[in-house]
Nanobody, 117 residues
Framework: QVQLVESGGGLVQPGESLRLSCAAS????????MSWHRQAPGKERELVAS???????NYADSVKGRFTIFRDNAKNTVYLQMNSLKPEDTAVYYC???????????WGQGTQVTVSS
């Protein structure tokens, strides 16, 4: 089992920044992919960014150049630095970990990000 604890959400104005954190504990194994997803009201959950243990990253086109995902493997923690936030970034943000070789997936409880003037 893996537990994920997220923090860092909140209310900000357009153009401002936020940093989300997600700490993993439990059976992490040495190979995993950590990612951030988001779900806006009335929309499906979508991938925002992902990062492997080797720090290979992938981003949704809508956040490229504004968001940065990075991780601290010693702390089993992944971060999402969000700059130049827009109202359309408003959503519940979920942390996810996919662990190998068992190929199990775990989700965090979600943290609300609201971008509004």
């Amino acid at each position: 089992q893996v537990q994920l604890v997220e923090s860092g959400g909140g209310l900000v104005q357009p153009g401002e920044s936020l940093r989300l954190s997600c700490a993993a504990s439990g059976s992490i194994f040495t190979g995993n992919v950590m990612s951030w997803h988001r779900q806006a009201p009335g929309k499906e959950r979508e991938l925002v960014a992902s990062i492997t243990t080797a720090r290979t990253t992938n981003y949704a086109d809508s956040v490229k150049g504004r968001f940065t995902i990075f991780r601290d493997n010693a702390k089993n923690t992944v971060y999402l630095q969000m700059n130049s936030l827009k109202p359309e970034d408003t959503a519940v943000y979920y942390c996810r970990i996919r662990v190998f070789p068992v190929d199990s997936i775990y989700w965090g409880q979600g943290t609300q990000v609201t971008v509004s003037s």
